[in-house]
């Protein structure tokens, strides 16, 4: 469907308006006042609908208030004990407009009733009625205009992250309601101005710089100036036990708090940090033509925090381990970096300071911040390549969901903001990117960028809808958008491509490309994407396809001679499934171009998944055979990725018995051969991965015990302790009748960061020899307290269902996925697809496919957007059930 906006003029249709948007998920717009005081309406002006008092944050209620709310301003004091079992104390005041006192508001607020101590409206005491999720004022104590609501009560800690030296807030997208009472809708923008009291010793931020700090005894106030205007996602702070570092770059002034304690990594990894961000922003404001738009730029490095970074507006979170780096990290954890700091920057325009209206275009801020991001790395770090970066970064993801039969489009609806965890994942942070650069390349990127500028221009500190942008856009170039983007946006799938290829006497005579629609649908994808003809000695001829209709003729070429063979996309712009020469795998290392080469990869392997081309053994003997041809170490990664997936998801144990030595030793030679540093970590890696034999894992001991890395591999604390997780899941040396000491303890021993100790041993018993402990250790996952650290979960639960224990993990697969309605209520936004993903990501036998099968037919009704994030980590194992043999 076509999404139009109907605008709504003068008071008297509101009610019809307000009906209107709330059935139809349509948002209103109202003439703009001079300000919110002579916005009140006269009492008895309209009838009002009064939404429901019911869980979560609806739209119908999110509607209602943004026509009636404004003005929001909250003021919030809390006092963090040194405990952390200790209730955090909390005053709350609430301020804003309201244009009309005949209905109740309603504040969002998910916690026990018994957190909330006393509330006072307009300075008057008010009993209180909190229920389903919310503190409800009464009507009878507000009033047309300017409102105060004054709260005491002890904070909700769902979303506080509160460990033994240090907490961080982390409320996208509706978890605000979770600490305190406020509206939590990313339309209805407010300043916070925060006065957090915190043991003496620890250091704090928050959205706004520290205006004064007072230090008494065992406690220290960290008074924060009011903040900038922002949704409530977004407000944030952290304290604890942190370091401090501060640097001026390009004249701004940047702060960072950290726990890291190597040295080596602080040394290397300061100064690419702060100037990672400094070149970010400097190419942000050049971009968009608009400065930096908030008080101030400082950024937090957690420990095993649940995303790589969160963007919250004067105080980014960071996961400290993407920050962190050291002397044997790789080029692409050194792209990852520079991606992530550029991803949460360009936030800092495209989600801050415009933001998406209603959750259902969250995908907005997060395309145009990876969008950005991939141009930023661009400039900003030597010899990138960024197309080829660009092939990796975003299409197997992109493809891994949208092959599935849970597949989701990028625009998605939402009824109520409690769902709107469900909507994140691979399909708007990579499938949207792609579908940007096409859009891009449509329009022209002078037209497209001047769109972007004029719509962050108009919606500054504000909010928008993606069909507003689009709105924008179409009135800059002749191409019908409208169309393009029900197709693109709107829906999801992705087409099939084939071909037809006609010579005659040595010349081609005709060369066609029709696409459908791999659901079966009608649908049509309309794209830019190259072709690239092959000859023999090396020689190519490469040409554009434009695929605006089902089936396309390609004139140019008719008159060339007939070429070897054809590589379908070969510049890594265009999105399906394209066709695979059969002479293409034994030509790979002919091809010059890296990007070539890689859409190549990407080309055989979903052929490979579709039952085409090459079988799975077939398809890893041909990477096999290219892991010491390949010079590209982003390249290498991405053969390196495939073929370990083909080893344990689609090889059956007889096959991988039979292949496996074989591949080790591949991987060996490559290392021994291969010239850079990188790229051997890279294959010492995969080795680690696949080894199988006695004397592989032999050799892996006696690497870990001695610390003595192969020659040219730098090996790290952290991958010493990856390499004792891998020996431990192959229960070595236990298994083979030796009795040093157990690798685990001894490595936890080594470790002196104390952060890290506690992972590992978070880990441990999900490694134990012993079935028992394992047992043990997956029931107490039943327990919501002990699913607080997302990450180490995840982490603990690949090692329960690795493919070597699945024999006696397989029995908890069905209440892992009776957990799954928990998880969502419970987790933070990727926690209920990467517990998915660790739970079925390696499994292949019919009995696990059928527990996920008979799973779905117990639940005909299930939530949709989770039965679709089943669907999507099921899916390599359906495909699992065919291609084994």
């Given at each position: ?11 008297g ?19 703009r006042t ?9 009492v ?15 739209e119908?209620?999110a ?18 004990p ?9 005053v ?16 969002d607020?998910?916690?026990?009733t ?27 104590a507000?009033?047309p ?13 769902q979303?506080?992250?509160?460990n033994d030296?240090?907490l ?7 978890r ?12 209805l923008?407010?300043?916070?101005a ?23 005894g ?11 205007s ?20 390009n ?17 290397l990894s ?34 095993d ?15 400290a ?35 998406m ?28 390549n960024?197309?080829l ?12 969901i ?20 469900s ?86 005579t005709?060369l ?22 092959v000859?023999?000695?090396?020689r190519?001829?490469e ?39 059969k ?46 041809r ?66 592989a ?7 870990w ?6 020659v ?9 302790t990856?390499?004792?997780?891998a ?10 009748g ?5 690798i ?5 021993a ?10 590992l041993?978070?880990?441990?018993p ?33 090692y ?22 928990e ?17 079925l ?10 527990t996920?099968r ?7 009704n299930y939530?949709?957007p989770l039965?679709?994030?089943?669907l999507?980590a ?12």
């Open positions: 469907m076509t999404f139009s906006f109907r605008k709504y003029g003068g008071t249709a509101l009610a019809l308006g307000l009906l209107a948007a709330a059935c139809q998920r349509q948002p209103l717009s109202l003439p001079a300000n919110a005081a002579s916005a009140v309406l006269p008895g002006a309209l009838p009002l609908p009064e939404p429901p008092v019911e869980k979560g944050v609806s119908a209620l509607v209602a208030r943004k026509q009636l709310i404004s003005g929001v301003a909250y003021k919030l004091s809390l006092t963090v040194a405990q952390k079992t200790t209730p955090i104390e909390a709350e005041s609430v301020s804003f407009y309201l244009k009309d006192n005949r209905l109740p508001v309603q504040l607020f998910k916690a026990p018994a957190n909330l101590h006393g509330l006072t409206v307009n300075g008057q005491p008010v009993a209180i009625d909190h229920r389903a999720e919310h503190l409800v004022l009464p009507a009878a507000l009033k205009g300017h409102n105060v609501a004054e709260i005491r009560l002890m904070a909700g800690e979303s506080l992250n509160r030296e240090y961080y807030t982390l409320l996208v997208p509706d605000a309601r979770t600490v305190v009472p406020v509206f939590d809708q990313p339309d923008k407010a300043t916070f925060l006065a957090l009291t915190v043991p003496a010793g620890w250091q704090a931020v928050a959205n706004a710089p520290v205006r004064d700090s007072v230090l008494s065992t406690i220290k106030q960290y008074i924060f100036a009011t903040s900038d922002i949704s409530t996602y977004l407000f944030s702070f952290a304290a604890g036990k942190f370091s401090r570092v501060n640097r001026t770059l004249g701004r002034a940047m702060r960072l708090l950290h726990r890291e304690t190597d040295a080596a990594k602080l040394r300061l100064g690419p940090i702060f100037q990672l961000h400094a070149d970010a922003l400097q190419f942000m404001e050049q971009y968009t033509g608009l400065p930096y738009p908030f008080q101030k730029f400082d950024f937090v490095s957690i420990p925090f649940q995303y790589g970074g969160m963007e919250h507006v004067g105080a980014i979170d960071y996961k381990s993407t920050l962190f780096l050291d002397e044997g990290a790789t080029q692409d954890q050194l792209l990852a970096r520079s991606n992530l700091v550029a991803h949460e920057t360009a936030h800092m325009w495209f989600g801050n300071l415009v933001t209206q209603w959750f259902n275009d969250v995908w907005m801020k997060e395309v145009f911040a990876n969008f950005m991001a991939d141009k930023v790395t661009r400039v900003a770090v030597r010899n990138s960024y197309d970066k660009f092939v990796i970064d975003h299409y197997p993801a992109a493809y891994g949208d092959r599935t039969a849970g597949a989701n489009p990028i625009r998605q609806p939402l009824a109520n903001l409690q769902n709107a965890g909507l994140y994942g691979n399909i708007i942070y990579h499938k949207a990117p792609i579908m940007m650069r096409q859009l891009e390349r449509l329009m022209g990127e002078e037209a497209f960028r001047e769109g972007l500028r004029d719509y962050l221009r108009r919606y500054a500190h504000g909010n928008a809808t993606w069909p507003a942008l689009i709105d924008l856009l179409d009135a800059r170039t002749p191409a019908d958008l409208q169309a393009w983007n029900q197709v693109w946006v709107n829906q999801p799938g992705r087409p099939v491509f084939s071909h037809e290829l006609t010579t005659s006497a040595g010349k081609i005709g066609s490309l029709t696409q459908r629609a791999e659901d079966g649908s009608d649908r049509l994808w309309p794209q830019l994407f190259e072709l690239l003809l000859y023999p000695g090396g190519t001829k040409l554009t396809v434009n695929m605006n209709q089902r089936t396309v003729a390609v004139p140019l070429v008719v008159g060339e001679p007939a070429p070897a063979f054809i590589v379908f996309n070969s510049t890594g712009l265009g999105y399906g499934v394209f066709p695979v020469a002479e293409l795998p034994a030509q790979l290392a002919t091809l010059k171009s890296p990007v070539a080469r890689a859409a190549a990869y990407v080309n055989l392997y979903e052929n490979m998944l579709k039952g085409q081309v090459l079988k799975p053994q077939e398809l890893l003997a041909v990477y096999r055979q290219a892991l010491a390949e010079p590209e170490e982003l390249n290498l990664k991405l053969l390196l990725d495939q073929a370990t997936d083909i080893f344990w998801q689609f090889l059956g144990p007889a096959q991988r018995q039979a292949v496996g030595p074989a591949f080790e030793q591949n991987l060996w030679a490559a290392l021994q051969q291969s010239p850079s540093a990188n790229a051997k970590k890279q294959l010492f890696k995969a080795y680690q991965s696949v080894a199988l034999t006695p004397p894992q032999a050799r892996l001991y006696r690497i015990q001695t610390q003595a890395a192969p040219g591999v730098k090996l790290t604390e952290d991958d010493y990856a390499l004792a997780l020996l431990a899941v192959r229960a070595y040396p236990a298994g083979q030796a009795a040093p000491q157990p685990l303890p001894a490595q936890l080594r470790i002196k960061n104390p952060d890290r100790r506690q992972r041993q978070f880990l441990m999900a490694l134990a020899p012993d079935a028992a402990t394992r047992d043990a250790f997956f029931a107490s996952l039943k327990d919501e307290q002990n699913r607080e650290k997302e990450a180490w979960v995840t982490s603990a639960l690949g329960l269902h690795h493919p070597l224990r699945q024999a006696t993990s397989e029995k908890y697969l069905s209440a892992s996925l009776n957990l799954l309605e998880i969502q209520l419970t987790g933070d936004i990727f926690f209920p697809s990467s517990w998915l993903q660790a739970t990501g390696a499994y292949q036998s019919p009995a696990a496919a059928a996920v008979t799973f779905l037919a117990a639940h005909p939530n949709p039965r679709a994030k089943l999507q099921a899916d390599d194992l359906f495909r699992a059930e065919k291609l084994v043999r």
